[in-house]
């Protein structure tokens, strides 16, 4: 039997479609990478979410962090992503960003980086589950638009606590509930856990939107049809292998053709890339880094293998040369070797065999 992954997914007044989400990747999904997502995909993207900014340090709302929250136009709806380990700090956070008007907001409990679990913050607050609850309960008291939860199933294997942690949730209001099915100590290795992150959804009525390892529009979908308990699922690190995902995955719910990008597109859409990043305070210098961030995922999906290109791209020492490289391999070398990108190719976006969970 066929089952319908294109689900209604709505929260208070907001439509969210396709029910595939931009996942936060800080350092990844500014402003610049999230408008070229949404031209690629004409305008078709379910909700973006901003990188994380910190509670700690008050009022929040510093040029640096109201850079990182802010939307483009047009981009709707949106989620603010704030972290840190103070509920009253998050709170009055809630308050300060709220005056922003994005259309949610979001706390990360799932951040498994030192910097952030050191000082009580991501999924630390897996550990210390009364500090999350009040956490939410003292944001949803002064919040007039809907909380969201972004966490993992657990901290680590012998402790998966996701189902209490949905049911805290939901009992405190939170009305869309995302679940990275890695734990603390997994960090990104190994493979998601999605029967951890069903069994929660099973477990609550507010919509549960499951993450990790998607690697194409296909396998969005094949992810919604093995679970029906989820309104969606959310993409992250696919995006930097292949920024027509969004795309990909409007088409393929709209019932239209996969598109696949040819070496024009490709070129086409490093160059908006930096228009955008420019746009957006980057200078030609500065945006090497970002640039060869993309262009090194992109290029491992190129078939066949392109190893010496890629490598001889990857360690031009400046944006000119990159781009003299890239621009030759593009419009030279692409057709003449029949290169053709296939970014469905890698299934597991991190090398990773299996999950350290046990069914
Ligand atoms: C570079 C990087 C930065 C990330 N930053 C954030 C973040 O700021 N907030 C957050 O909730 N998750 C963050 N994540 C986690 C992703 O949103 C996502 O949950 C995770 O990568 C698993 O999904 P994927 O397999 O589709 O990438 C980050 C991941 C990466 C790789």
Redesign the pocket.
Known sequence: MLIEVDRVLEVKNSRIWPNVIV??????TDIAFRKLLWELADKRIGLTVS??ISVEAQPVLTPRNLQAITPFAGEKPFAV?LFGASPKKMAQAVIEVQELKPDFIEI?A??PMKAVIGRGGGSSLLKDLPRLQKMLHLSRKVLDIPLLL?TRIGWDQESINIVEVARIAEGEGVEMLTI?GRTREQA?KGL?HWPSIAKAAQSVKIPVIG????ATAEGARQRLQQYPELAGV?????LMHNPWLMAQVADLWSGLPVKVPGAMDLQQMFQRYMDLLIENGYTMDSLAGRLKQLVARILRFIEPDIYDIRHEILTSTHTAELLDKLWHFLEKEYKYRGCVFVPGRIKN?NGAGSTTIEE
């Open positions: 996942s936060p990747m800080a350092g990844v990188e994380f992503q990360n799932g951040c972004k990275h990104y998601a993450n990790g390892d998607i959310s993409v992250g690190l696919a976006l």
